[in-house]
């Protein structure tokens, strides 16, 4: 189930009688809570033992307000990408700690945040949380200040009751302080896209952020630290300054393009589809020469030549020929798209990213040509197979194009 945009709303319907809680933290805010998106009520619960369904879960409210405050820069700047520890930042169930939260997953899409859940039964619980699994986008302002209202509720009801002071009340308050500082904010920012508290870095890394900032072109930060790993964020930061330093990019210009209309609310995957189709119609090919560099966790750095009509893909060695090719159609994506003579392809969902994605999947395997192979027949295997991509392609174009 796909829902259109729609607002998010958290809500403590009352408080309750807490039967025996330890933990003042945990007594004091024990709650009726509510989650929402828009008609969908994602805190829809069986109860095996009652044999009835309610539309709330009880429990504090403490865990979730915390959660939330905690990963404040991570929900809002860390997008979907190869990670063993993301899903603590990203899905809700992280904040349970032994009490009923539904599996609620949230990564931000640029100015909005895509939220996917599906059913889920709680170990520890007589019941399980049954509304139909689906996702949907909404505006991260709405996000965001459905998360500030429960937050600061919770902050309330704690003082409200004596609790004046909480790991809750320090977090929280180091939040706001660094929105107001535009410094501070924007290494709040980068510490997010990168999994990290920025309340706990080291010292360590903060010179790793700090100098990776610096030795970078402006128009690679964003990506660079969307995909980066941050254990080796200074060492592959200096490899890809080097590679751009010995680039001749001074006859750059913005190649030209037969004109094609992106509307500003299509979706990434549209936007590559509708690129590749113009790419197609013009018949242009572009020669890429492809050098072996080891850029960690980045999949490629693509240099143009736009007087010459040449990319030059500096990439790790690749396993497939069909993981080769689809990593230069993502290039050539970006010198068609591209404000800059370099652009960075990697493994995060960043709507850039997405886009190259989807561009290179409808260049290599046409959503066109897929669908008339199903009709005579063929599985998807064979179809890839016969075009030279991989079978992850034929799927991708299956539940993008609807073939």
Known sequence: MSTTPSNFRVTIEEWVNPQGAHCDLLRNTWA??????????????????????RKATYGPAYPLAHWLALHWWSLANEVERPSKTILERHNIKAAREGFALPDVTLYPQGDHIKASWKPFAPKSM??????????????????????????????RRLEDTN????????????TLNSEKDPGERDFCVIAGKLGLDPYETQEWQVQQITESYEILPEELRS???????????????????????????????????????????????????SIAQTVKVSGETVPITLKTADLGSLSGLACFDTS???????????????????????????YYTQTAPFAL?????????ATNRAFAAELLAPARTIREKFEQGFTSEEIADELGVSI????????????
Request: aromatic letters at 10%; hydrophobic letters at 35%.
């Open 32 to 53: 009726r809570i509510g989650i929402n998106i828009g008609d969908v009520c994602l805190t829809e619960f069986y109860d095996t033992e009652a044999k009835s369904v």
């Open 392 to 403: 992850s392609t034929i799927q991708y174009q299956q539940e993008n194009q609807l073939v």
């Open 345 to 353: 392809l990697t493994q995060a969902k960043t709507p850039r990213q």
């Open 308 to 334: 010459n009509k040449g990319i030059t893909l500096f990439a790790p060695t690749t396993k497939t020929t069909a993981t080769q090719e689809f990593l230069k159609a993502r290039a050539t994506c970006e």
């Open 223 to 273: 990506e660079f630290f969307h995909a980066a790993q941050p254990n080796r964020l200074l060492e592959t930061a200096k490899k890809l300054a080097l590679i751009i330093q010995g680039i001749d990019n001074k006859t750059w210009h913005k190649p030209q393009l037969p004109e094609f209309t992106l509307s500003p609310n299509m979706p990434p995957w549209a936007s590559g589809y």
């Open 126 to 155: 007589n019941g399980r949380f049954i509304t139909e699994a689906g996702n949907t986008t909404l505006p991260m302002r709405e996000f965001k200040k459905a998360a500030r209202e429960f937050i600061e509720k919770t902050i």
């Open 163 to 174: 609790v004046k002071e909480s790991p809750l009340h320090s977090v929280w308050n180091e």
